[in-house]
Nanobody
Framework: QDQLAESGGGSVPVGGSLRLSCVGS????????LAWFRQVPGKEREGLGS???????AIPSSSSGRFIISTDKAKNTLYLQMINLQPEDTAVYYC???????????????????WGQGTQVTVSS
């Protein structure tokens, strides 16, 4: 089953926290880099960070300090913990699996072959 499915989105107040989950096939967690992206209408999909099969994460400076990526392989689940959320964090959030790398995760969405359906996060003031 080459599918990923996000959950945990919703509406939160400014300054709030949220943890998104992404359940997928064990195949992904043992073979490929996983990543989180987000997108707002009219803008390109933005990378939030990735994690390799050894659990090493790469978080861009724009996300570091507020976003944490982790996995629980026993549950075949990828997480995105977000804190101190701001209105500009409002977006649809996606998880994705790289189709070709287990280490040295790439950042561009074009490298990720399997995607979830997305979950909406709305931060309101």
């Amino acid at each position: 089953q080459d599918q990923l499915a996000e959950s945990g989105g919703g509406s939160v107040p400014v300054g709030g926290s949220l943890r998104l989950s992404c359940v997928g096939s064990p195949y992904f967690f043992s073979r490929y880099c996983l990543a989180w992206f987000r997108q707002v209408p009219g803008k390109e999909r933005e990378g939030l960070g990735s994690i390799d099969i050894a659990g090493r994460t790469a978080i861009p400076s724009s996300s570091s300090g507020r976003f944490i990526i982790s996995t629980d392989k026993a549950k075949n689940t990828l997480y995105l913990q977000m804190i101190n959320l701001q209105p500009e964090d409002t977006a649809v959030y996606y998880c994705a699996a790289d189709g070709g790398r287990a280490y040295g995760c790439r950042t561009g969405p074009m490298y990720y072959k399997n995607w979830g359906q997305g979950t909406q996060v709305t931060v309101s003031s």
